[in-house]
């Protein structure tokens, strides 16, 4: 049905093989029978928590993030390892990052975050009836937790104080479910 838009890899090569990252350039055939060079990233996937403390508030991350220089305040994340069981990378990430643990797990939805250049996909997860621990951060990982309510999550989207893409989308979902415009299965 999309044959009309479908490219075709013809070849391909690595054009770098990072620790963590690989980034492949392939030749492709066009839907008009032209060739053109791709050059992507592919990974491993991801999964995002939306941890809902008992008192509605969420419980958010600041982490700097080098490529961009700055502290971001995100929702916790992780990457999936090999094999590894997207909700149980989550229950992992999220005691690791967070300390927390949660009681009841449920699948929100999967985005792709940057389709132009990469294959990354992310898992969203609500997580609630959270205890709390003590995190397991990674060697080399910094992290501060703090909380916010939906509405100052929305308002720091809307002002520019969040704009990390996986947490803006959990911003949205928890609008919606809240107002009961959406539910989950």
């Known amino acids: ?29 066009l839907p008009d029978g032209k060739r053109t060079k791709r050059e992507y990233i ?13 008192d509605g508030k969420i419980l958010l991350e600041r982490q700097y993030r080098y490529p961009n220089d700055r502290v971001f305040i995100e929702l916790p994340a992780g990457k999936i390892d090999p094999g590894e069981d997207p909700l149980a990378c989550a229950i992992r ?15 929100v939805s999967t985005i792709h975050n940057a389709i132009a250049y990469s294959d990354e996909h992310l898992d969203i997860y609500l997580a609630r009836g959270l205890t709390a621990g ?6 080399g990982e910094f992290i501060e937790t703090i909380t916010a309510t939906v509405d100052e999550m929305l308002d720091w989207v809307r002002s520019g104080k969040i704009t ?11 609008d919606k479910l809240r107002s009961g415009d959406w539910k989950l299965d």
């Open 1 to 29: 049905m999309d044959k009309h838009l479908k490219e075709t890899r013809i070849d391909g090569e690595i054009a770098y093989n990072g620790g963590f990252l690989k980034v492949h350039r392939d030749t492709v055939s």
């Open 42 to 54: 592919r990974h491993p996937g991801a999964v995002v928590i939306i941890p809902v403390l008992d």
């Open 93 to 107: 990430e999220l005691e690791e990052e967070t300390g927390y643990t949660a009681s009841e797990w449920k699948f």
């Open 134 to 139: 003590a995190a397991k951060l990674d060697d």
């Open 164 to 174: 990390d893409v996986k947490t803006v989308i959990g911003a949205f979902w928890l």
